[in-house]
């Protein structure tokens, strides 16, 4: 892990730390290209970072609506995924990140779209705070995008691995995805192998797409931490 210098080593807010990492991204991004966008309030901040370059690049792949439209607020050229074959590199936030570079991704719904930017993408440079770094993933609920026919089976299977699944909630009413389905939060589970994981959820009739990142992983994490941002190569 190597650290790059920073000045400050006080109290920062979580607010700031996002704010760092975000900036510090922006030197991952390639001039000339287009650059693949996750969503997220880390996110946010590296969108407002990257509005400062928005003439050095010809725009961005999105992951979500929310991302798309700040973008272009921003004046930041959008793409459809489909007019673009290959991007160098993405960039994303998670949940939570091993030392491997796993990650659990869908905090904010978010996680089907990502993947399809991250599987077209050669490197994904994921950026957190320290908060999210952990030795095991499991702690945070795994999400999971699903077709809402599947849902009670779904629970069942899941409560057959230990987890307690539930329905992601918004103003009183079930959430809907930028893909118009539903997601499950999935607490209580030890996921000690997460390609294994990932492999045999995927498989599960009516999931769309399970927030476990192994096969998606990231090659690069910068971590923000009050003494600077450390960057892990994977
Ligand atoms: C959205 C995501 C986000 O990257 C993840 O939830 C982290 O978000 P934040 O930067 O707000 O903590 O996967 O689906």
């Known amino acids: 892990m190597t650290q790059q210098p920073t000045s400050r080593s006080t109290t920062l807010s979580q607010d700031e730390l996002k704010a760092m990492v975000g900036q510090a991204a922006l030197r991952y991004v390639v001039p000339g290209e287009i650059v693949g966008v996750g969503s997220g309030s880390t996110v946010n901040k590296f969108i407002d970072a990257l509005a400062s370059m928005k003439e050095q690049i010809k725009g961005a792949v999105s992951s979500s609506v929310a991302s798309t439209q700040r973008m272009q607020a921003l004046g930041i050229a959008v793409f ?42 050669a490197r994904f440079v994921c950026i957190v705070d320290e908060s999210k770094l952990v030795g095991r993933l499991g702690k945070f609920p795994v999400p999971v995008e699903v077709i809402p026919m599947a849902l009670q089976r779904l629970t069942r299977q899941f409560a057959a691995l230990g987890g307690t699944a539930s329905v992601r909630m918004k103003d009183g009413q079930s959430l809907i995805t930028d893909n118009g389905q539903l997601i499950l939060d999935v607490a209580g589970l030890q996921i000690s192998d997460p390609r294994s994981f990932e492999s045999e959820v995927s498989q599960w009739p009516g999931v769309v797409t399970v927030g476990v990142f192994a096969f998606q992983k990231a090659q690069v994490c910068l971590l923000a931490t009050p003494a600077g941002v450390k960057t892990m190569m994977f």
């Not at 991704?105 to 930017?117: C, M, N």
Request: proline share 0%; glycine share 12%; net charge negative.
């Open 80 to 121: 459809d995924s489909n007019e673009v074959e290959r991007l160098s590199v993405y960039i994303d936030g998670a949940d939570e990140i091993d030392h491997q570079g796993n990650m659990i991704k869908g905090g904010g719904a978010a996680l089907t779209r990502e993947k399809i930017v991250a599987a077209q993408s």
